[in-house]
């Protein structure tokens, strides 16, 4: 807020224009509103009512801003990349494939990355394809080979088997929202701007992407279960730090053919896989000052009530007693 104030533009236009502009509306607004309640029920009482309504809808106000995420908003949430772990695969694709005694783990100085499944720790996609008639059926042989989070957007039994096997990281299904934000900042970090491994994100291909942490998931899509869980979630204001990991390898080179169109990306399975491991960064979305907000003007509103009704109850015991010795 000093922040704000200091580099404010200490001009007519838009400068000083805007801020009475706001103070001739606040003053016109709220001035008549109390000018009018003063008038029929004195200075005191018309400012405890004009003061209450005026908590009350802040009140009502606080509370839409924090369950829509309306209202005053700052810095977008984003993701950071925190990590980037090389690992030199000692097998070929599936994790039926693993020589004996060959201990392929992700080593990272970040402790939740060592526990990112590699591609030889699953089951291959395009087997797990081949075995399912539904899936095949999604998934034709004949266009380009699934991956797994492709798989799990079909058949959620094994979704919940592979996130079984990766836990405590949960697969990102191609269809989520993260997956493009994940993938074009990994983008920008590995490219000549970034960190320079690849000229361009055509060099590679992105095999998988996991989650942990960050808040908990809803589980059911019924109505009461989406309210509930959309007020538990705004309250949720302490979740524990989001990640996601990104797994790629780079292509194997192809030559394009003159009047044909590109080939298809072939990962090479020999290649070092590349996990990144990126955070959520929050930003300043303001949720946590409007929940504040809410929560004193929704404690102002009750005090200035609950003095109203001693007021009233105070008025009433006065007018009785007059009654009773008249």
């Given at each position: ?81 925190v ?6 695969p ?81 697969i ?8 493009g ?23 590679y ?77 929050q ?44």
């Amino acid at each position: 807020m000093i922040d704000a104030f200091l580099s404010f533009t200490w001009t007519w236009d838009p400068g000083l224009r805007g801020v009475l502009t706001v103070a001739v509306a606040v003053t016109i607004l709220m001035g008549s509103i109390y000018l009018i309640l003063a008038t029929n029920s004195g200075a005191r009482l018309g400012f405890m009512l004009a003061l209450t309504g005026f908590c009350a809808w802040m009140f009502v106000m606080g509370i839409i801003w924090s369950l829509y995420g309306i209202g005053p908003k700052g810095p977008a949430p984003t993701w950071k990349v925190v990590d980037t772990i090389r690992t030199q695969p000692c097998t070929g694709e599936t994790k039926d494939s693993v020589p004996a005694g060959c201990d392929e783990t992700v080593q990272s100085e970040l402790a939740v990355a060592e526990s990112v499944p590699l591609p030889s720790q699953l089951p291959d996609p395009v087997a797990l394809r081949d075995d399912s008639a539904v899936l095949t059926a999604a998934f034709p042989t004949n266009q380009r080979d699934p991956g797994l989070g492709d798989l799990v957007t079909v058949d959620t039994a094994l979704k919940d088997d592979i996130n079984e096997q990766a836990d405590p990281w949960r697969i990102l299904e191609t269809s989520n929202k993260y997956t493009g934000e994940t993938q074009a900042v990994v983008a920008e970090d590995l490219g000549p701007d970034g960190q320079a491994i690849f000229e361009s994100s055509s060099d590679y291909v992105v095999i998988e992407s996991f989650l942990t942490g960050g808040k908990k998931a809803r589980t059911d899509d019924s109505i009461m279960s989406r309210a509930v869980y959309k007020v538990t979630s705004t309250l949720d204001v302490a979740p524990p730090p989001f990640y996601a990991a990104v797994q790629l390898q780079q292509v194997i080179p192809q030559e394009t053919k003159d009047g044909q169109a590109p080939p298809t990306p072939e990962r090479d399975h020999q290649s070092e896989v590349i996990t990144v491991v990126l955070q959520r960064v929050q930003g300043h979305q303001l949720r946590r000052p409007q929940i504040v907000t809410m929560i004193f003007f929704g404690s102002m509103t009750a005090l200035l009530c609950y003095l109203l009704h001693r007021r009233d109850q105070l008025s009433e015991t006065q007018r009785s007693a007059v009654a009773g010795a008249s």
